[in-house]
């Protein structure tokens, strides 16, 4: 045991918590004993997590090939007026880059929840390094704000419960 611990200890047994030597021993074992203790990451791990968010995004670029940008400066632009729109095809870099538009951040938080669910163990830390290096909280975000966007868009849902089947599918 570390001073601070045995400090802290010997403070809770003079304020008259007769259970703190207990609690210290069972505190001690459950550090020896860590359920979720991480293993330290290496450069496969890291590989095999890129090669997942792949297969993923050869499954769900097929739901979702390409993506539109408003090229123009105006803000009246009308939906039939093509010279101000510009198509591109939709690619992995788009998807775990910075880019904010509608099309991809869909695509992203999609391929954030398959993630979370085909391959459980991996920590929202590296699904975060996956796309990007975002934060674990925005990771959080994605997997939330997509399953409302289900709870009301049940096409959206159907769409998911597909590519989900598609994915287990390919990813065993």
């Known amino acids: 045991m570390n001073n601070t611990f045995i400090a802290a200890l010997d403070c809770l047994t003079e304020r008259g918590y007769p259970n703190a030597l207990e609690l210290a021993n069972e505190i001690e074992l459950n550090q020896n004993n860590l359920i979720y203790k991480k293993p330290p990451r290496n450069i496969d791990d890291l590989q095999s997590f890129l090669e997942l968010r792949n297969d993923i995004f050869k499954v769900v670029s097929e739901y979702y090939k390409t993506y539109t940008v408003i090229t123009g400066h105006s803000f009246s632009v009308k939906k039939g007026d093509k010279k101000y729109f510009k198509v591109f095809p939709l690619t992995i870099d788009a998807v775990a880059g910075k880019i904010r538009k509608r099309e991809i951040t869909l695509v992203r938080f999609?391929?954030?929840?398959?993630?979370?669910?085909?391959?459980?163990?991996?920590?929202?830390?590296?699904?975060?390094?996956?796309?990007?290096?975002?934060?674990?909280?925005?990771?959080?975000?994605?997997?939330?704000?997509?399953?409302?966007?289900?709870?009301?868009?049940?096409?959206?849902?159907?769409?998911?419960?597909?590519?989900?089947?598609?994915?287990?599918?390919?990813?065993?």
């Open 110 to 172: 999609i391929m954030i929840k398959l993630i979370m669910e085909i391959a459980p163990k991996v920590t929202l830390k590296d699904i975060g390094l996956m796309f990007g290096g975002r934060d674990h909280s925005t990771i959080i975000h994605a997997r939330d704000t997509l399953m409302d966007l289900m709870d009301v868009d049940k096409k959206l849902s159907a769409e998911y419960a597909e590519i989900l089947d598609k994915v287990k599918s390919i990813v065993k």
